[in-house]
């Protein structure tokens, strides 16, 4: 199958190394302390957060920190007629630890001993991406909740097709069978806090692959600055700063 046809274009009309379009919205939850719709392309998802609040299990209480939480799941009618994962099978668990430990990277845990922090991310619309997609609205759902971090987290993939490096995989390239790169950093710090590949790939492609995950990271930590930033001045607004 061509994934990038003579004139340079994928499937969905996007250059190699162009990324999806991107759209986030904040306070979606009302009863959440926090909360955020993230969409890459057609990938959809919905972060909620709650905390810092009371541990619920005391024999998990820290007095040195926070306990962070995530649960991640797959609404039913967000895969179409593709197969859908019952919930808490093991790629569920697996991506629930992987955003908390990519979120625990840049959350301030220490600030709040003997509190809990949950963090719930649900896939609306799953296009590829769904896991970069979720660590992007985490981020957004912690900002709007107040919970004091070092940096913004924000993540994407690149992957390696017919010969050719790819940003921000949809779902038809991801499921092509070829090596994946997903990346998580801390853009400001310029530390990554998430690396996962599913396949092998050369060490100079690799390099290639994960540098261009890196860009795609940068892009979102700006569209998502910004996106802060704008509800920032409509909260100022509305209280008449």
């Known amino acids: 199958m061509?994934?990038?046809n003579p004139e340079g274009l994928r499937l969905d009309g996007r250059r190699p190394m162009e990324m999806r379009q991107l759209r986030a919205e904040i306070g979606v939850v009302s009863k959440a302390d926090g909360s955020a719709v993230f969409e890459m392309g057609n990938t959809k998802v919905i972060a909620a957060v709650y905390g810092p609040r009371e541990v619920q299990n005391r024999s998990q209480q820290s007095n040195d920190e926070a306990l962070v939480r995530c649960e991640y799941s797959m609404a039913n009618f967000s895969t179409g007629d593709r197969m859908r994962k019952p919930k808490g099978d093991r790629r569920s668990t697996e991506i629930s630890m992987v955003i908390r430990q990519?979120?625990?990277?840049?959350?301030?845990?220490?600030l709040m001993p003997r509190s809990q922090i949950d963090i719930f991310v649900q896939v609306l619309?799953?296009?590829g991406g769904t896991r970069s997609a979720c660590i992007n609205a985490a981020t957004l759902a912690l900002a709007d909740a107040g919970i004091p971090m070092t940096d913004i987290v924000t993540s994407c993939s690149a992957g390696f097709l017919n010969g050719t490096p790819l940003l921000d995989l949809n779902y038809v390239e991801d499921s092509a069978g070829g090596p994946d790169v997903t990346v998580g950093i801390l853009p400001k710090l310029d530390k990554v806090t998430l690396l996962q590949m599913d396949s092998k790939l050369q060490m100079e492609t690799f390099e290639t692959v994960m540098q261009l995950a890196t860009?795609?990271?940068k892009a979102v930590a700006s569209y998502i600055r910004e996106v802060l930033l704008e509800n920032t001045k409509q909260l100022e607004s509305r209280r008449g700063v």
């Open 2 to 4: 061509e994934f990038v």
């Open 102 to 110: 990519t979120m625990e990277a840049c959350i301030l845990t220490h």
């Open 125 to 127: 619309q799953a296009d």
């Open 215 to 217: 860009e795609g990271c």
